[in-house]
């Protein structure tokens, strides 16, 4: 039996990905942990692992696709699957065969005849047509297909995939048998009520034993286990759903995978409304949303419109520019606009004030120099964001504020006791932020040795879901570049961003004349909804004291 192996989750609000390679084909044997093929998410790079081992038998994408979480990657045939059959089949040959009273050969004659025609009668080849969709939709486009002739199929079981206007749907079947024809293919429009496959139905597709190994099994009577309708009457209907009442479909749990949980009367208010459902969080069994899901769904909508009146502001059209002159247009690369969609949130959502402070880093920049060849040799560099990161999250534990979430629907403040921090990363693809995790547990060498090395991953896109992940504060340091200072944006739901200028020789005051002192501008931007303005000079201060003189970080830190 063929095993379907799916794209797994990705993570947090990933749903999708474009195929970038494939790295198997058909009749490879693939091992678990394998990978098997290698997509793009809007942060990363990543190679998926199979899950099962086995031998490749389809291979359902191809390089190019944008491919769904749950969605069928390739069809497996077990290795062991064989010698599995062979093992079943040799222990069915094995079993004694029931003792059967003598009867008379008329008797026999007519059991045999009776069961024929029942058997006759139980089977028959329907069409499964497609169901309702809901209210105003007449059609929807056909994605993939997700059976084949001579598959046997259970009720419930998805035939095909398809997408309406609202979502992506599959479509589980209505009878169990087996297919005799499939009439739609993918890229296929499809009407409501228009025929998608023909089903042999009957107790005889429970299970594939060859004949000659059936006399050595008594078999109960059709009528006993299974109650058959014939054909004519199958197919008057728009499968076996409709036979419930409306308050019983409510009752159903979840069946179609791509599809919100909720009935018609609900997605028609919904659809009145203007709210997508598939956005609503339902509070019924199985998740199934309710009106009263959709009446807060609004309500909550329209509290955030009056806390956060930018994000109703609408995108103004833009001009044709090429009346002016040449222009060249390109698309959006899946970082960069994923990454103008969470800045313009962060932005419009995070009462944003920024800090500004110059840290003496004379006397640390000859240690910095002085112990980098050791650190080189551990494959590391010694950076003053590898000491920043030490400094910060020494920071975080002085001022636990910086180190938390606002929850403004709950009215709670998540204050997290671990200390993960995000370092921004220029790529040519756009900015990416990996995570240092717990980098309160290791020295500075250990940092520089991780931070270079998931930088250089996430350069080349070779970073996991997992290393973008659990940031807590963020670092970004532009002081290979130049400037004196800037206004970083914070990166939600974290709370505040420390931004590192260029830093460079001015003339300070010091012991009654002025000396040179290489000075380090760092720019401080944090959520003024849960840090007042105080708080952040002292952090900034605190920050700049510990780069002046190190030892505060194993008193206080």
């Excluded at 058909?26 to 086995?54: F, H, R």
């Excluded at 950076?383 to 910060?392: F, G, M, R, S």
Aim: charge should be negative; aromatic fraction near 4%.
């Amino acid at each position: 039996m063929a095993i379907e192996f799916k794209l797994p989750e990705l993570g947090e609000n990933i749903e999708s990905a474009d195929v970038l390679n494939i790295l198997v084909s058909v009749g490879d044997k693939v091992e678990k942990d394998q990978g098997v093929i290698e997509i793009e998410t809007d942060k990363a790079t990543i190679e998926v692992p199979s899950t099962l081992t086995g031998v490749v038998k389809e291979i359902l994408i191809k390089s190019g696709e944008k491919v769904k979480v749950g969605q069928s990657i390739v069809t497996f045939e077990e290795a062991n699957q064989k010698a599995a059959i062979k093992t079943v089949e040799k222990q069915v040959e094995t079993l004694p065969a029931k003792k059967v009273e003598a009867k008379p050969a008329a008797a026999i004659e007519n059991k045999t005849t009776f069961e024929t025609k029942k058997a006759k009668s139980a089977s028959a080849v329907v069409d499964m047509k497609l169901p309702e969709l809901g209210e105003n939709i007449e059609s929807a486009d056909v994605l993939n297909v997700l059976v084949k002739p001579g598959d046997i199929i259970e009720k419930d079981q998805g035939v095909i995939e398809i997408e309406t206007d609202k979502a992506t749907i599959e479509v589980p079947s209505t009878l169990s048998g087996k297919v005799v024809d499939v009439i739609l293919k993918s890229g296929d429009k499809a009407k409501v009520g228009q025929t998608i496959l023909k089903i042999e139905t009957g107790d005889t597709f429970a299970g594939e034993v060859s004949e000659e190994k059936k006399p050595a099994v008594i078999q109960a009577p059709v009528e006993e286990k299974v109650e058959f309708k014939n054909a004519a009457n199958i197919d008057s209907t728009k499968g076996e759903r409709d036979k419930f009442s409306p308050g019983e479909v409510d009752n159903q749990p979840p069946i179609s995978k791509g599809a919100a949980p909720a009935a018609p009367s609900v997605r028609r208010i919904a659809r009145e409304l203007g709210v997508d459902i598939n956005k609503v969080q339902g509070t019924g069994p199985f998740g199934r949303i309710s009106m009263d899901d959709v009446k807060a769904y609004v309500k909550k909508l329209n509290e955030n419109r009056e806390t956060l009146p930018s994000l109703g502001i609408k995108q103004e059209a833009l001009p044709d520019f090429s009346k002016f002159g040449e222009v060249d247009i390109k698309p959006m690369s899946n970082i960069r606009a994923k990454t103008a969609v969470h800045l313009s949130y962060a932005w419009s959502s995070i009462p944003h004030v920024t800090q500004h402070d110059k840290a003496d880093i004379t006397e640390l920049e000859k240690i910095r120099k002085s112990h980098n060849p050791k650190v080189e040799k551990a494959g590391g560099k010694l950076t003053v964001t590898a000491i920043l990161l030490k400094v910060v999250a020494a920071a975080l534990k002085v001022f636990p504020q910086f180190n938390s979430s606002v929850d403004l629907e709950k009215k709670e403040v998540i204050y997290k006791k671990y200390f993960n921090i995000g370092i921004a990363v220029d790529t040519e693809h756009g900015l990416i932020v990996p995570v240092v995790k717990n980098v309160d547990q290791k020295n500075l060498t250990e940092l520089a040795v991780e931070m270079n090395a998931i930088a250089e991953k996430a350069r080349i896109r070779k970073i996991s879901l997992d290393e973008l992940q659990g940031g807590c504060f963020t670092i970004t340091n532009l002081g290979g570049i130049g400037g004196t200072s800037f206004t970083p944006i914070v990166n939600s739901p974290e709370v505040a961003i420390l931004g590192v200028s260029r830093s460079s020789l001015e003339p300070v005051y010091m012991n009654g004349a002025f000396e040179p002192r290489l000075m380090l501008p760092l720019s401080l931007s944090y959520d003024h909804r849960i840090i007042d303005g105080a708080d952040a000079a002292r952090f900034l201060r605190w920050v700049c004291e510990a780069l002046e003189q190190p030892i505060k970080i194993l008193i206080e830190g």
